[in-house]
């Protein structure tokens, strides 16, 4: 099982020159992480492409809820796993604001996903309105019960997002990272998963990575805007080992 991950997630942008160029200049690409550490890259369907990346994980941002069949425009999980996706993010904030996904539906793609033998990442997280209202927990606990009729055996990963600190440049502060993670690990104990990595996503950069990675039960992250570019990845990355060895 990892132990952390730092993953980037591409959302919608990058083109297949973008792709090429990123993989020639990312020196984790070939290098082997440390043991236990997961890098992986979750692209646009059009780039994924598991030879490009070596040693870099490549994974979706979405899938179907269905199998195979009569679902124009879905992409099932069996069609990822072709792809040599092996991991695949979940419950993105702007899959659950824009295309309106639901509790219910994370959770029958976490399972197809298992089922296709690739890692579901849930993403988490509260807007600024639900914390302001000291709705965190009531929101936090209401999403992972999409994982809670699973085996506390099973494989996947949590990625801990405030909304407001998607996209806005400004992270949140470290206590309240520290204060959100220690809470979601003591709800996923409560459910029987003490080994699950939480990662933590939102305005991740090189220059916040390091304070970040040295918080105790931050595992890893998920970097939207800074893994577009190999280098601020790179950085982010190398932060986050240094980080955890310190
Ligand atoms: O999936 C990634 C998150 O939405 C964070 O994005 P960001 O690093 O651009 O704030």
């Known amino acids: 099982m990892a132990k952390y991950m730092v993953l980037g997630n591409w959302k919608s942008n990058g083109s297949r020159e973008a792709a090429a160029t ?50 124009t425009g879905e992409t099932s999980a069996g069609m990822l796993a072709e792809l040599g996706c092996r991991f695949n993010l979940v419950g993105h904030s702007e899959r659950r604001q824009l295309f309106g996904e639901t509790v219910a539906d994370t959770r029958e793609k976490i399972d197809r996903l298992l089922a296709a033998d690739i890692l579901p990442v849930l993403c988490i997280g509260e807007t600024l309105e639900e914390r302001k209202a000291g709705r965190l927990l009531e929101i936090l606990h209401g999403q992972l019960a999409a994982i809670a009729h699973l085996s506390s055996s099973t494989e996947l990963a949590i990625a801990y997002e405030p909304v407001w600190a998607i996209g806005t440049g400004i992270a949140a502060e470290p206590e309240d990272v520290a204060d959100a993670h220690t809470r979601i690990k003591a709800h996923l104990a409560g459910l029987g998963f003490t080994q699950t990595p939480v990662l933590y996503g939102g305005s991740v950069k090189p220059a916040n990575a390091a304070a970040l990675a040295t918080l105790k039960n931050v595992d890893g992250f998920l970097v939207g805007g800074a ?20």
Do not use: C, M
């Open 22 to 71: 990123f993989a020639a200049a990312f020196s984790g690409v070939s290098k082997a992480p440390p043991e236990g550490t997961i890098y992986g890259l979750a692209l646009p369907f059009h780039l994924i492409d598991a030879d490009r990346f070596g040693k870099t994980w490549v994974g979706g941002q979405n899938v179907s809820r269905f199998g195979e069949g009569a679902y």
């Open 227 to 246: 893994s577009l570019k190999a280098s601020d990845f790179d950085a982010i990355r190398s932060a986050f080992v240094s980080g955890k060895d310190s």
